[in-house]
């Protein structure tokens, strides 16, 4: 073998070992996007809306042909859809890990005639007669240092009543209604599908889109209600917030309740600009 051609086999040998090499770090970087994909889906929880109480008659659909009766005591996965009758209402609460496929879940806590309870379990709804929501996204994150809760919720039709538990900074809680959204925190609420909500205590921002086409934010404090209709914030008239706690203890759990004072939450939070939408009726 000549000089001149072992110097080209130390080329090609070279070419092959860099070739090797890139081929092991590409494996390496793909295993690791994989590993890393894997931990962040197995972190970020799926959650379900768990009935605690039931009034008339409701029903819910995962896929938006067939419908079922919603039960006292089930879990309804995210994605689905859930409609009350007349007369008729649904208690839910919020974003616990999902532990499978639909299923009656125990009741945790004993309540008098009347309360769901759900006060003592996290974040609770009421979906009042003649409404639509549609659970669009329900995922609890451990970070190691704190819990980000993403909940997403599209009120169709009719007209929600909420208590929120304190959330982390990095948690979201937003209602679509059809021209626009809510961002909850820590508030407890009325909203209509008209957009407009009413604040008994914390604060709401609302950003929904105007008559002009225009998307406007508003925040809403405490004794306060919005409608976009007019774009105008108005005290709740006469409000009380013992009267209109009512409701929220019958939820079950001692609602968020304002000082006799306090100083206005102008704090502006990110709220995602997706319009809600869609319609029926229970039949």
């Known amino acids: 073998m000549t000089i001149k051609q072992s110097c080209t086999n130390c080329e090609i040998m070279k070419i092959k ?39 008339g008659a409701a029903r819910y659909t995962t896929d ?5 009766p919603v039960k006292e005591g089930m879990a309804i996965k995210s994605g689905s859809v859930i409609q ?7 208690d839910i609460v919020l974003g616990e890990a999902d532990s499978g496929a639909l299923q009656p879940i125990a009741r945790r806590v004993t309540h008098a005639p009347g309360a769901s309870g759900a006060g003592e379990q ?20 451990e970070t190691g240092t704190d819990v980000v809760n993403e909940i997403q919720l ?7 009543m909420g208590n929120v538990k304190k959330l982390s ?15 909850i925190r820590g508030t407890t609420y009325i909203i ?28 809403v404090a405490a004794g306060q209600q919005f409608d976009p209709a007019t774009g105008v914030v108005t005290p709740i008239p006469d409000f009380n917030p013992k009267e209109m706690a009512k409701p929220f203890q019958e939820i079950g759990g001692n609602p968020n309740m304002p000082p006799t004072s306090y100083a206005v939450d102008n704090t502006i939070y990110y709220v995602s600009p997706t319009i809600g939408g869609g319609g029926g009726g229970v039949q």
């Open 64 to 68: 938006n042909k067939t419908w079922q």
């Open 84 to 90: 009350t009758a007349k007369d008729s209402y649904v």
């Open 192 to 219: 209509d599908a008209s957009g407009l909500v009413r604040v008994i205590a914390g604060s709401v921002v609302i950003s929904y889109l105007n008559k002009d086409g225009v998307v406007v934010t508003q925040v």
């Open 169 to 183: 900074a990095a948690s979201r809680y937003e209602v679509k209604f059809p021209t626009g959204v809510a961002g």
């Open 122 to 141: 996290g974040n609770v709804v009421r979906i009042t007669p003649n409404s639509i929501l549609a659970i669009d996204k329900l995922t609890t994150e």
């Open 17 to 55: 070992l860099s070739c090797i090499n890139k081929a092991v770090a590409c494996s390496v970087a793909m295993l690791t996007m994989a590993w890393a994909t894997d931990l962040i889906a197995q972190t970020a929880k799926q959650g379900t809306a768990k009935v605690t109480a039931v009034k």
């Open 154 to 160: 599209d009120l169709r039709a009719g007209r929600i």
